[in-house]
């Protein structure tokens, strides 16, 4: 199983990027999906996540900007993230469970993970 995150960028304040998560070698239609962040010296943090039914889950400070989708074969994630603010940039990861159902906004329910795409904005 692999995941592999795309589309990250240097952008200013008020900003788009659409970032993509290519995912191969488990059937990711029937797991939850998510994206996470980690700016250096924090945690890594949830951002938003999709249960196989298409219900989606976000966290506080994206609600209203950032929009999590999946592609019609399943095995691509998307983060659209609109009005993009300096604290928003971090290593954005893209994650799936391994366990079928939903599962909160959080790190320690998902087991596989991609190598991250950064995303920076500048005020």
């Known amino acids: 199983a692999q995941l592999a995150e795309s589309g990250g960028g240097s952008v200013q304040a008020g900003g788009s990027l659409r970032l993509s998560c290519a995912a191969s070698?488990?059937?990711?239609?029937?797991?939850?999906m998510g994206w996470f962040r980690q700016a250096p010296g924090k945690e890594r943090e949830g951002v938003a996540n999709?249960?196989?039914?298409?219900?989606?889950n976000y966290a506080e400070s994206v609600k209203g900007r950032f929009a999590i989708s999946r592609g019609d074969g399943q095995n691509t994630l998307f983060l659209q993230m609109n009005d993009l603010k300096p604290e928003d940039s971090a290593m954005y990861y893209c994650?799936?469970?391994?366990?079928?159902?939903?599962?909160?906004?959080?790190?320690?329910?998902?087991?596989?993970w991609g190598q991250g795409t950064q995303v920076t904005v500048s005020s």
């Open positions: 999709i249960d196989p039914n298409g219900n989606a």
């Open positions: 070698g488990y059937t990711y239609g029937s797991v939850c």
């Open positions: 994650a799936a469970r391994t366990d079928s159902g939903r599962a909160p906004l959080n790190k320690h329910f998902y087991s596989l």
